[in-house]
């Protein structure tokens, strides 16, 4: 075995051995000199990197030469452009010999090396090389340069290298459009090369920036390439997508060297606009001049010119159909107008309804340069005049319940009102409505939505005395009249149906103003015109009337404050019994049940009422034969047994002791039965309210007969039977009453 092939820890031992054996030879003996003998060359190297764990020759000291750094035509330089250098060191040994696949890494601030990790392979000759270029070429500053070689463990590094940026001049050359005339919207190639101005060589990696007067580019910034080589593409198009038309420039600028920017001229063909759309996407429903809402609205038509926006085309706009007294584009105009495209292409038309309601379809037209109409048109969509003034007549309030209860705070019914036109259109969004309430709490107010608002009322205090709160909802409107002339408006020779002045709060009902109650009053001040009569629904104030259309509408309502334990009217503490002899045949009963016992209210809504009735008798007759007699005994006193024997039955009468005696035919010894004579006591309502409406007709000072009368029905009561009625009002106040009627 050869010393190389042995295992490592063989090879080491021996060599340990020799060395030693060595040591002790150079130890004495001789002339007595100390000498060290030099070490004996063993062939033992450290494994190389071609193959040995990526280490080379043993070298015991490594050396790096300073960095040579080279332009790229070759030339040392401490400036580095745009063109970029080249940077290279050699690595050698002590003894001055190369040393080959040594790593070295650059370092450098604001500039590029020549791969990802700076760093580079030693070749054969010890050389390492990385070409260099300015991260910014408008860079110029200065800065230092040094590389650093590790090899063996071993590294060095160079003294740093001062060097400096250079911006170089760039000139543009070879500035070409591909077609210097264009139809509207059209596209062009553009083409430069990127120069050093200073050795006229093509320079690549120059930004070049491209900017125009109208238009746009695929690529506004571009980087030279392949001998400074530049492209990108002009379109006839803004960047809001707006058409380019006439005479405009094309500039071309590098990015480090601004005041080399070159200029070329496009000749673009005018916009010829070919299509026009309506381009309103919301549903346009205007308020008719009288009803107090906006009287004016807007649509917008939009030209396009090859599918996109033309500028300054001129467009005809004219009434398709709508009523007579609409009026577009200025106010009273009724005649076809010409319109000009803004910047977008968009033409906005102005709309002004009159007091007519009724759909709207304008026309677009598209115009020739010479002023003559084209065939291309557009037509508006869902335009319509729909919403008028409230009127009195379309006037109305709905309640959630308008009977609550009196005796707690807190019970609350939701009030809607309900307006309409006199066309029966919904009066504008945002129509206030007020409200005013002679007890409990109201909301002041709610404005309008599709026609409709809500206020809620809450009882508290305070409670009138005969337990009914007067509230009224007033709003700006029209009164009511009738159109004789047809125009859809008020003017003379039209009738008022109703005529309306000031108005009040009727908190007693009686439909006349009583300043010293201190009830509400609302004044519009008018004179000259005969009121119409007032009424629960419209209270009105005479001789406060005008013959104008403008008033302030009312609708008063009343509002029950019921107590949670019932009156009963009708319905005493007892009944009579059934008829003994048909104790089937019903007895009916009826009745009235009030919330307040000044009987002007029922009870609360949603109170619900129930009958029952309970049977108290029971009794198990006995029937003997006695000398010729049958005694029948422990009967329901007052009635008659029906006694057997075989097919023979006698009716015998019970005294009220339960006991009867009759003479009988029936042998003695026959075996008798008694049918059994107990009645079960029967008892329901057959008619009215057994839940108490949400809504009711509380009247004119007292509910309705009605919504408060029941009817009860029984049979088969016999004395001491009872019956019950069981009221239940609910929440807030819910309470449970029940009343017992016993049968005499």
């Given at each position: ?397 709905s309640m959630t319940k308008n009977v609550l209860a009196f005796d707690v705070d807190g019970d609350s019914s939701t009030i809607t009102a309900r307006l309409v036109d006199r066309v029966g259109n919904p009066v504008p969004d945002g129509t206030v409505v007020s409200f005013v309430s002679e007890g409990g709490r109201v909301t002041p107010n709610c404005t309008t939505s599709k026609g409709t608002c809500d206020v809620e009322f809450t009882t508290q205090n305070p409670r009138p005395a005969d337990n009914r709160t007067t509230v ?273």
């Amino acid at each position: 075995m050869s010393y190389s092939s042995r295992p490592l820890s063989s090879k080491l031992f021996q060599l340990t051995a020799l060395s030693l054996a060595l040591t002790l030879a150079g130890c004495g003996g001789g002339d007595g000199t100390d000498t060290i003998a030099p070490a004996p060359d063993l062939g033992v190297e450290k494994p190389s990197s071609d193959g040995n764990n990526g280490t080379g020759p043993i070298v015991g000291e490594i050396k790096i030469t300073p960095i040579i750094l080279t332009d790229d035509n070759g030339n040392v330089t401490r400036t580095i452009t745009s063109a970029g250098a080249s940077a290279k060191v050699t690595v050698t040994d002590s003894a001055g010999k190369p040393v080959s696949n040594a790593l070295v890494s650059f370092q450098a601030e604001s500039v590029i090396f020549g791969n990802s990790n700076n760093t580079v392979l030693t070749n054969e000759n010890g050389e390492a090389s990385i070409s260099i270029k300015p991260v910014d070429n408008t860079n110029t500053g200065s800065y230092q340069l040094s590389a650093t070689v590790d090899y063996n463990d071993l590294t060095k590094t160079t003294q740093g290298y001062n060097f400096s940026l250079q911006s170089i001049e760039v000139l543009l050359t070879s500035f070409v459009l591909s077609n210097d005339t264009l139809p509207s919207g059209g596209k062009t190639n553009i083409t430069l090369k990127t120069k050093d101005a200073a050795n006229n060589i093509f320079q690549n990696d120059i930004t070049v920036n491209f900017g125009t007067s109208c238009g746009s580019f695929d690529t506004s910034s571009v980087v030279s390439s392949n001998q400074g080589d530049v492209t990108t593409t002009y379109t006839a198009i803004d960047a809001n997508g707006n058409l380019c038309a006439g005479q405009q420039t094309v500039t071309a600028t590098p990015a480090n060297n601004p005041a080399n920017k070159q200029t070329m001229t496009v000749n673009i063909a005018g916009v010829e606009a070919n299509s026009v759309v309506y381009t309103t996407t919301e549903k346009v429903q205007l308020g008719a001049s009288n009803s107090g809402s906006s009287n004016s609205g807007q649509i917008e038509f939009t030209v396009y010119a090859n599918g996109r926006p033309a500028a300054n085309q001129q467009v005809e706009i004219s009434k398709n159909f709508a009523p007579e007294d609409f009026s577009f584009v200025t106010l009273n105009n009724q005649n076809p107008k010409p319109l000009t495209s803004d910047s977008q292409g968009k033409v906005v038309v102005d709309l002004y309804p009159g007091v007519k309601p009724g759909p709207v379809e304008i026309k677009a037209t598209l115009k020739l340069p010479n002023g003559n109409l084209t065939i291309i048109t557009a037509l508006s969509k869902d335009v319509s005049v729909a919403t008028g003034r409230a009127t009195q007549n379309g006037f109305s309030i709905s309640m959630t319940k308008n009977v609550l209860a009196f005796d707690v705070d807190g019970d609350s019914s939701t009030i809607t009102a309900r307006l309409v036109d006199r066309v029966g259109n919904p009066v504008p969004d945002g129509t206030v409505v007020s409200f005013v309430s002679e007890g409990g709490r109201v909301t002041p107010n709610c404005t309008t939505s599709k026609g409709t608002c809500d206020v809620e009322f809450t009882t508290q205090n305070p409670r009138p005395a005969d337990n009914r709160t007067t509230v009224i909802a007033y709003v700006e409107g029209d009164k009511s009249y009738t159109d004789v002339d047809g125009d859809n408006k008020f003017s003379v020779g039209d009738i008022l149906t109703h005529n309306i002045g000031d108005f009040f709060r009727d908190d007693n009902e009686n439909h006349k103003y009583d300043k010293n109650l201190g009830e509400f009053v609302y004044k519009r001040g008018l004179s000259g015109a005969t009121c119409a009569s007032s009424s629960l629904f419209q209270p009105n104030i005479d001789d406060t009337c005008d013959n104008g259309l403008a008033a302030t509408l009312r609708y008063q309502f009343v509002l029950g404050l019921a107590s949670n334990n019932p009156v009963f009217d009708g319905l005493s503490n007892s009944l009579p019994a059934n008829s003994v002899d048909n104790p089937k045949k019903p007895i009916t009963r009826n009745f009235k049940m009030y919330g307040n016992s000044a009987l002007t209210v029922s009870m609360p809504s949603g109170t619900t009422i129930d009958v029952a009735a309970k049977d108290k008798t029971n009794y198990t007759p006995v029937a003997e034969l006695v000398d010729g007699r049958i005694q029948v005994s422990k009967a329901e006193p007052n009635t008659i047994a029906i006694v057997k024997s075989g097919s023979t039955s006698e009716n015998v009468r019970i005294g009220s002791n339960g006991t009867g005696s009759l003479p009988t035919t029936i042998p003695a010894g026959s075996t008798l039965s008694v049918a059994d004579t107990n009645v079960t006591c029967e008892a329901e309502l057959i008619s009215g309210n057994k839940t108490v409406p949400n809504v009711i007709s509380l009247g004119n000072s007292k509910v309705q007969d009605k919504d408060v009368l029941y009817t009860l029905v029984y049979n088969s009561c016999r004395p001491n039977d009872q019956i019950k009625v069981t009221v239940v009002t609910p929440s807030p106040s819910a309470n449970t009453t029940v009343k017992t009627i016993i049968i005499e």
